[in-house]
């Protein structure tokens, strides 16, 4: 069962003109028309699912267009892909100091909190004295 772009859009939800900017891109490709209307396959939801996850993980729509169309024997998209997972590791290790930073602030009573030590220390990634 075909959907049409309003349906993509209300699922996805996406607006139509960006569902139209990502056909421009080679992100997604409509089957046919319904009508007037675009018509997609259903998988295309999972296509715009895996974008907003890539795109919210840092990746340009170059780099997505460039995944979706890769192929096995692609060594150097390959290696570009495990790059990003590194990049990623970082990044992901960032936000648990600052989560972790912030459910300290949530609690603490130092005035003001920023400048307590033990928040300062996991900000920095160090594990907290508890002598402090």
């Known amino acids: 069962m075909l959907l049409d772009?309003?349906?993509v859009a209300q699922r996805s939800g996406l607006a139509a003109s960006a569902l139209r900017f990502?056909?421009?891109k080679g992100l997604i490709s409509p089957v046919g028309r319904n009508g007037?209307?675009?018509?997609?396959?259903?998988?295309?939801?999972s296509r715009l699912a895996l974008i907003a996850c890539a795109r919210s993980a840092g990746f340009t729509l170059t780099e997505i267009a460039t995944l979706l169309h890769a192929r096995p024997s692609d060594a150097a998209l390959r290696?570009?892909?495990a790059q990003k997972?590194?990049?990623?590791?970082?990044?992901?290790?960032q936000l648990t100091r600052m989560r972790d930073s912030l459910r300290h602030a949530a609690s603490c009573t130092h005035d003001p909190l920023v400048s307590c030590p033990e928040f300062k220390q996991v900000v920095r990634g160090e594990?907290?004295?508890p002598a402090s």
């Open 79 to 81: 290696e570009r892909v």
């Open 22 to 24: 990502y056909e421009r």
């Open 36 to 45: 007037i209307r675009r018509a997609y396959e259903p998988e295309t939801l």
């Open 5 to 7: 772009i309003g349906e």
């Open 85 to 93: 997972a590194d990049e990623l590791d970082g990044r992901i290790a």
């Open 127 to 129: 594990t907290p004295d």
